[in-house]
């Protein structure tokens, strides 16, 4: 509703000042700026969170920061060129509102085979923005690492209370690996550079099943995985083509060791997240089977090598 208000206030804002002249930036954007705030103009190196609407000449909408459901931040910085719009931020304070136009001869020039049909010669890609927020970089910096903070707060809060709602007795290591083994084996010990089969189904702490290699329990939960081949899965272990709570968990197993992963996001997808259903500093939740082992040729460490007694001579 907020989105749908804001574009017709813009709409009639435009319309009202259609023969107002436009005023244009030395690389040759258009501007027009429909509000006159007071406070201070953004100032280079200053963080600013911002709206915006990507539109066409004929009115076309390609892209809102409304409809996306959040403001996008940027750093400025000296113009690099037309499109950066950094030669109109720095006209603008807090509040402000503007429409920019950026010729479209300039964004495609010397690669007019990517100019699509909407962006005709002597076009324009249109910017409608509203910039909601202003801080200096060391402002906006405290700020980020401050939510850091808090994210990795709550994610702790919500591992343990996993861990205790679910009745868990694990183990930890010193990185931070939490394990339990629910079907112990006897068989060979998993080493670094060792190829292994592995069954698993990984769940967020919200129990969601995110991924699985079981056909059974992938169909139980939902997922939707066309092509999917559902089989172990190949890992060559200590080699880093896994997360490092796999590489690490998978060397206290045996072959035939069923147990459950507990994995902080620091030995996870950590502040990137992984897709929808893995979110930045998500703790996650492995059951894995080691179906097989193929081991490889180890080396056997040597014995070290028993001194010799000295011999006591005998006093002549």
Do not use: C
């Not at 920019?100 to 076009?123: L, M, N």
């Amino acid at each position: 509703m907020k989105y749908i208000l804001f574009i017709l206030a813009l709409t009639l804002v435009v319309k009202a000042n259609a023969q107002t002249e436009l005023q244009h930036t030395p690389k040759g954007a258009a501007y027009q700026i429909f509000t006159h705030n007071t406070g201070d103009k953004i100032k280079l190196n200053d963080v600013i969170t911002f709206e915006f609407i990507q539109k066409t000449d004929k009115d076309s909408v390609l892209f809102s920061t409304y409809a996306a459901g959040h403001p996008v931040q940027a750093q400025i910085q000296a113009s690099q060129n037309v499109g950066d719009l950094m030669e109109v931020f720095p006209l603008l304070t807090v509040s402000d509102s503007a429409l920019v136009k950026v010729p479209t001869d300039s964004i495609f020039a010397g690669h007019e085979d990517q100019r699509p049909a909407f962006f005709p010669k002597g076009s324009y890609l249109n910017f409608i923005l509203k910039i909601e927020k202003v801080q200096s970089l060391d402002a906006a910096i405290a700020e980020k690492n401050a939510a850091v903070e808090k994210v990795k707060a709550t994610e702790v809060t919500e591992a343990t209370k996993y861990i205790a709602d679910h009745k868990l007795v694990l183990k930890t290591t010193p990185s931070g690996l939490k394990y339990i083994i629910t079907k112990p084996s006897l068989k060979r010990k998993v080493l670094k550079g060792d190829t292994v089969l592995v069954n698993y189904a990984g769940r967020t702490l919200d129990d969601k099943v995110f991924d699985s290699s079981i056909a059974a329990v992938a169909q139980a939960s939902g997922l939707n995985q066309p092509g999917r081949t559902y089989e172990p899965i190949q890992v060559i272990v200590g080699t880093g083509g896994v997360i490092p709570g796999w590489d690490e968990g998978l060397l206290l197993l045996n072959e035939g060791t069923k147990a459950t992963f507990v994995i902080p996001s620091a030995l996870a997808y950590g502040a990137q997240g992984a897709g929808d259903d893995i979110k930045p500093y998500n703790t996650l939740v492995f059951d894995v089977e080691v179906v097989k082992l193929k081991p490889i040729k180890h080396p056997v460490a040597k014995k070290p090598l028993a001194k010799k007694k000295p011999v006591a001579k005998k006093a002549s």
